[in-house]
């Protein structure tokens, strides 16, 4: 657990330095709070995963072999850089059109932070909450149908998307949201690629799947 703290702090540290050096400034309050909240509700989720699963903070830092999806965590750096440089650039430098304006932000900074809290619920639903598309023997893994995961099949994915979506808004840019499309596009894929693993190799899923028929959203997939 020591070790998912040092290397989250280091992670927030790292991108809101990349951040902040782009942007040529520090005056951005919706900014530190993106970054000083998602830290710490991250860490406290992950902190109190780990008390009641043993285990779960090792499985998010380095999961077991036996990832299916080798394109999303590539492709999703490259993006998440692309997202940071562009909104510190827009913010900082060149304030690009259309400039977002703060009640804009603040309503894009909420649906960031409601898409991340749900990612948090859903990591606190399922001990099997991996950063890797895996079946997870080793962990004795089982359905998990309480919490969110009996309203939709893939509840962290659903608040991923919105996370994903209105990053570049939460950080005061337009143009840095359109690095966020191909994340959203990816993770669509790998919601897909996670619930065929699963119908296919988790005993006890297929039958989940009827009982809760959509993946992301109810009544609509």
Not at 138 to 160: E, F, S
């Amino acid at each position: 657990m020591r070790k998912v703290i040092l290397v989250t702090l280091v992670f927030y540290s790292v991108t809101a330095l990349l951040y902040f050096l782009c942007a040529g400034r520090t005056d951005l309050p919706f900014v530190w709070c993106y970054f000083v909240f998602h830290a710490i509700f991250g860490l406290g989720t992950v902190a109190i995963a780990d008390r009641r699963s043993p285990g779960f903070a090792r499985e998010r830092l380095k999961p077991a072999p036996g990832e299916q999806d080798r394109m999303f965590k590539p492709v999703g750096s490259v993006c998440s850089l692309a997202v940071l440089v562009l909104a510190g650039l827009d913010v900082g430098r060149f304030h690009w059109r259309p400039v977002v304006g703060w009640r804009v932000q603040l309503a894009g900074f909420l649906l960031d932070f409601t898409g991340f809290l749900i990612v948090c619920a859903a990591m606190l639903n399922n001990a099997f909450f991996s950063s890797a598309v895996r079946l997870q023997p080793d962990r004795a893994q089982v359905v998990v149908r309480n919490g969110l995961y009996a309203i939709v099949r893939h509840p962290g994915y659903t608040g991923g998307i919105l996370y994903l979506a209105m990053n570049g808004l939460a950080l005061g840019s337009w143009w840095a949201g359109l690095a966020g499309i191909p994340m959203v596009v990816l993770t669509l894929r790998r919601t897909m690629l996670e619930d065929q693993m699963l119908q296919s190799g988790l005993a006890g899923y297929a039958e989940y799947a009827k009982e809760v028929p959509h993946r992301l959203v109810p009544g609509v997939w």
